[in-house]
């Protein structure tokens, strides 16, 4: 890994200098300490700017293979250093099984961590305007004003579904407040044959692929219109229609799954990739690492999102891990990596789209951590007022807002207006309040769906399984939804 980075270096240093870069990206791994997570002046995690048309550049280093084959693992290719011809260790190298070792007389251990952070790149201000000199990719105004509307649209789903939960209309529900950024802008720098992995709060993914309010509602009342039968529980969307593989609740499951979708894009020469989408507290799981390992490995096209959003349900950041994040995971595994501002619209849809074009056009992965505080509580069965206190959540849902923030920047650019504000707010009203209503009075799937769709013939163990529901549903009815059809 040392030659790896020396030899990337390198040559991101020779790039840099034909294109005039040295200076602007000499500061690369220069960072600030965090005292809490995410509490800190993100002035001093501005990061280097690098034009989008050359990182994939930056990163297409291939993998270290050895140059001697069927030789002894101790065979020494030997270099000549004009600067210290008396140390012959210096002049060493083992050609080992993927790739040189340069040997070393200086016994030294790899630090743990370090007292300076990977930088987090931003493109906007806390008040919503570009800062100056930032490199992003540009977005025009059909676009922009789409991603705004969309993230308003998210914001007001979530805030309606939620109610609907706490008036037990429906069972449970998830928001996604504070990352409404990461859902919307992710999606618009996407392809739509991109496949999607979802974790569960990436609703917005599939908002921006055409998912309507009433199949969000449907799915989440279960109804007979529910393109899952009311088989899964609320917020679990999928839809083959829109590459969005169906949310499922075991934790990292979809990582090594989106390894092998990608290496199969990859195998039928598809101009697509896969994109895994996980929270923080995944990363803890051993599918996290073997998703990531089997990715890199096979030099697979799939992006892995990483949500930081502080918290695993109750769990701080602090107490699941002592790495920088997760950002720095990616280079234990040989895969690019970046650490975007998840409140900066144009951030996270800048970083999604360089990240798409080295996934496809590199052949390989990137890991993408986004850091945008979870707003909301964990779930309809969490309340996080329990575990952390009430004004460092009010200071991300005011201060920190994306929403906000991302209209500022619309609005300084003369694309939006009040008027179209309270137009937007009260169509979207509207539309949610009528899919309610309408799903709510929908009949739900009837019994027998629940046993349907595996088997061709129905197994014993399956068929006695019905049957002894069917009896309990008859002796204790009053346990029983009365609205499905036995």
């Not at 260790?89 to 370090?114: H, N, R, W």
Request: charged share 25%; aromatic share 10%.
């Amino acid at each position: 890994m040392g030659s790896w980075w020396r030899r990337s270096s390198v040559i991101a240093h020779h790039i840099r200098a034909k294109m005039g870069l040295r200076g602007s990206a000499a500061n690369i791994n220069q960072a600030s300490s965090w005292s809490h997570p995410f509490q800190s002046d993100y002035s001093t995690l501005i990061p280097p700017s690098f034009p989008c048309n050359i990182i994939a550049t930056l990163f297409s280093v291939g993998r270290l293979k050895s140059t001697v084959t069927g030789k002894q693992l101790d065979s020494l290719h030997v270099t000549h250093n004009d600067d210290d011809d008396d140390d012959d260790d210096d002049d060493q190298a083992l050609d080992f099984p993927g790739g040189k070792v340069s040997y070393t007389s200086e016994m030294k251990f790899i630090l743990g961590c370090s007292d300076k952070r990977i930088p987090c790149y931003r493109v906007l201000d806390g008040d919503g305007e570009q800062i100056r000199g930032s490199d992003f990719q540009q977005v025009n105004k059909e676009l922009a004003v789409k991603m705004y509307s969309d993230m308003v649209t998210l914001q007001m789903m979530d805030t309606l579904f939620y109610e609907a939960q706490r008036q037990g209309r429906i069972s449970f529900y998830l928001t996604s407040f504070g990352e409404e950024a990461i859902n919307i802008a992710s999606a618009a720098a996407l392809s739509k044959d991109d496949i999607v992995l979802p974790q569960y709060r990436e609703p917005g993914v599939l908002l921006w692929r055409g998912f309507t309010l009433q199949e969000f509602a449907n799915q989440c009342f279960g109804n007979n219109a529910d393109d899952g039968k009311g088989r899964q529980m609320p917020i679990h969307y999928g839809s083959s229609k829109h590459n969005f593989i169906t949310v499922s609740s075991p934790i990292a499951t979809q990582l090594p799954q989106a390894a092998g979708m990608a290496y199969s894009l990859k195998i039928d020469k598809k101009d697509a990739c896969a994109v895994a989408f996980i929270g923080d507290g995944g990363t803890s799981e051993g599918d996290f690492h073997a998703g990531l390992n089997f990715a890199a490995v096979l030099e697979a096209p799939v992006i892995f999102v990483c949500r930081n959003n502080g918290w695993a349900i109750s769990t701080p950041i602090s107490e699941q891990f002592r790495s920088d994040g997760i950002v720095v995971k990616g280079k234990a595994y040989g895969i690019p990596s970046i650490r975007v501002d998840g409140t900066d619209a144009l951030a996270v849809y800048g970083a999604i789209h360089a990240a798409r074009d080295m996934a496809i056009n590199v052949q390989g992965p990137v890991l993408v951590e986004t850091l945008a505080y979870r707003v909301g509580h964990h779930s309809t069965s969490d309340d996080s007022t329990e575990y952390r206190p009430l004004g460092e959540i009010e200071y991300w849902k005011t201060v920190r807002n994306p929403v906000n923030k991302f209209r500022k920047w619309v609005e300084i650019s003369g694309w939006w207006t009040e008027r179209d504000e309270a137009e937007l707010r009260r169509s979207i009203k509207k539309q949610l309040l009528q899919a309610i209503q309408v799903a709510e009075k929908t009949e739900k799937p009837p019994l027998a769906e629940l046993f349907a769709d595996v088997y061709d013939l129905p197994p014993s163990n399956l068929i006695e399984q019905e049957k002894q529901l069917r009896e309990t549903i008859n002796k204790y009815p009053q346990d029983f939804s009365s609205d499905v059809s036995l």
